[in-house]
């Protein structure tokens, strides 16, 4: 079985109203959309928490793949996030923003079971488009 979730947030003034989409893909079928708002959010933290509810909802022990456009979320869960805690939580440079957030993605990503990968938005993936726009639209259901 292969299960992909693919996620996105949405923040059109960033900072303001924003949403948040999962779509979940069991062999290559849609079986499930999530998703939310936030009166005021920037776009960063919707991604990081279309992050954070995808893995919420899936099954304690199960194996999936997170897809995300958003490159900043990808490479800090793949990259960033291991050497951010290994120096308590500092970077050089200054302070790490969302770090709350980061915090918890760190407690609760599990290498040996999930995978996290990048793919360009907006490139005519069906399902990228899907979170695209139900993100979208949760963003502009607030306003």
Not at 57 to 75: A, C, H, L, N
Not at 102 to 119: K, N
Not at 123 to 142: C, I, P, T
Request: glycine share 12%.
């Amino acid at each position: 079985m292969e299960m992909n979730l693919y996620t996105d947030g949405s923040c059109p003034s960033n900072p303001g109203p924003g949403g948040w989409a999962v779509v979940v893909v069991e062999n290559g079928n849609m079986i499930q959309q999530l998703s939310g708002f936030s009166a005021n959010t920037t776009n960063n933290i919707m991604e990081m928490t279309a992050v954070i509810e995808a893995i919420r909802w899936m099954p304690t022990g199960s194996r999936f793949q997170v897809i995300s456009d958003s490159e900043y979320v990808v490479k800090g869960i793949n990259a960033w996030m291991g050497g951010w805690a290994g120096r308590g939580w500092t970077k050089k440079g200054g302070a790490i923003k969302n770090l709350e957030l980061w915090q918890l993605l760190y407690t609760i990503v599990e290498p040996e079971r999930m995978t996290f990968s990048h793919i360009k938005g907006h490139n005519g993936d069906d399902f990228n488009e899907m979170a695209d726009e139900l993100a979208g639209k949760e963003a502009r259901s607030f306003v």
